[in-house]
């Protein structure tokens, strides 16, 4: 009997268990997919504690956003799919229900598309979240282009180390920001063209070196709190700022700087099937080119998604992926 992930209560990592249940038909328009490997995210320890800002049904609730498998059933009038074809699962919004933390789930077709040749199976679970989100951050909303400065922050997570990929591949200077000097080598090496440790720079003052005394372009906050305050001093006036992320959850002053300001959830893309081709379509192109690869930290078995979530939990895995294999 298929497996699938579930908890009846909120709280840590052990309410976690697995149940068998057969798996659900598809109907039209929607696939049924095989899952070979799923990612585990931020979103997921919220759902499974109760803090998530979507209300989570209990009990018998999934989790699980991302994931990729193969096609196992059509429903009727589904077209451009053929059964046993790989698939990437674009972000699922009703998790709760059709989460990708299980052997099947079943959901619209517009949801999947074609997984990049020369993608493993590992990878492919954990590229849509990250890397959808710095796509749709960057380039849908603050229109990057080469030649661009764009400041990240919080850059050795899932996000950042994606933004500073997708920057890279588009021709912008991705410049990161860590709390950390000693992470200054690792950026580097994960395609940072400059890195400011805040414990040890002057934040804008090493931007502002870096980008022949203009400031950056474009800045990417991940991590908001009173920190956003130094990134807005090292913006050029004209510039903007898009801000994606809250990992710091002390009060963020009101930003009062000459900037376009964006906030960016990336479900206002990912429930739009023309918007959700167009990031799969470059996501694709990263990947042949070879700009593009998830950093994956650990594969746990599907029996020990217990003990991924307290992976997650101590924050070990340094911003790259933890996976799920199915
Ligand atoms: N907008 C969306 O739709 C969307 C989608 C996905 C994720 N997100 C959000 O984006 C943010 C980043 O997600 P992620 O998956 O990249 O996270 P992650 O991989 O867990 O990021 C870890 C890194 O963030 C930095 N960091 C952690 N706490 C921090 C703090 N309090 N202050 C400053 N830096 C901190 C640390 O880097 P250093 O030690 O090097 O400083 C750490 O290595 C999260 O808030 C997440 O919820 C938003």
Not at 101 to 122: C, H, K, M, N, Q
């Amino acid at each position: 009997m298929p497996r699938v992930v579930v908890f009846d209560e909120f709280g840590g990592p052990d309410v976690l268990h697995v149940f068998e249940e057969p798996g659900v038909e598809p109907a039209a328009g929607e696939v049924r997919v095989r899952i070979e490997a799923f990612a585990v995210n931020p979103l997921d320890q919220l759902m499974r504690s109760g803090a998530s800002p979507a209300p989570v049904p209990l009990p018998h609730a999934r989790l699980g956003v991302e994931g990729t498998g193969v096609v196992d059933a059509l429903g009727p009038e589904v077209t451009g799919l053929e059964v046993g074809d790989p698939v990437i699962i674009a972000a699922i919004p009703d998790a709760s229900v059709r989460g990708s933390y299980a052997d099947y789930t079943t959901l619209p077709a517009s949801r999947v598309f074609a997984r990049p040749a020369g993608l493993e199976v590992i990878e492919a679970a954990a590229i849509w979240v990250a890397y959808s989100t710095a796509y749709g951050a960057l380039v849908e909303k603050a229109r990057l282009r080469p030649g661009d400065q764009v400041l990240i922050s919080a850059a050795s997570g899932g996000v950042g180390r994606a933004a500073m990929q997708i920057a890279n591949q588009i021709g912008a200077v991705p410049i990161a920001v860590t709390r950390q000097a000693a992470k200054k080598d690792e950026l580097l090496a994960a395609g940072a063209a400059a890195v400011v440790a805040t414990d040890d720079d002057d934040l804008a003052g090493q931007v502002r070196r870096h980008t022949g005394g203009a400031g950056a372009d474009i800045v990417l906050d991940l991590v908001m709190g009173p920190g956003q305050q130094e990134l807005l001093q090292a913006a050029r006036p004209g510039g903007t700022l898009v801000v994606a992320g809250s990992l710091d959850p002390r009060p963020t002053p009101f930003p009062n700087a000459p900037l376009t300001i964006y906030r960016y959830r990336s479900f206002e893309h990912t429930l739009d099937p023309v918007a959700v081709r167009r990031m799969a379509a470059f996501l694709t192109a990263g990947v042949r080119l070879g700009a593009l690869r998830p950093a994956i930290a650990t594969v746990f078995s599907f029996d020990d998604v217990v003990e991924a979530h307290r992976h997650l939990e101590k924050g070990l895995h340094g911003g790259k992926k933890i996976v799920v294999s199915a």
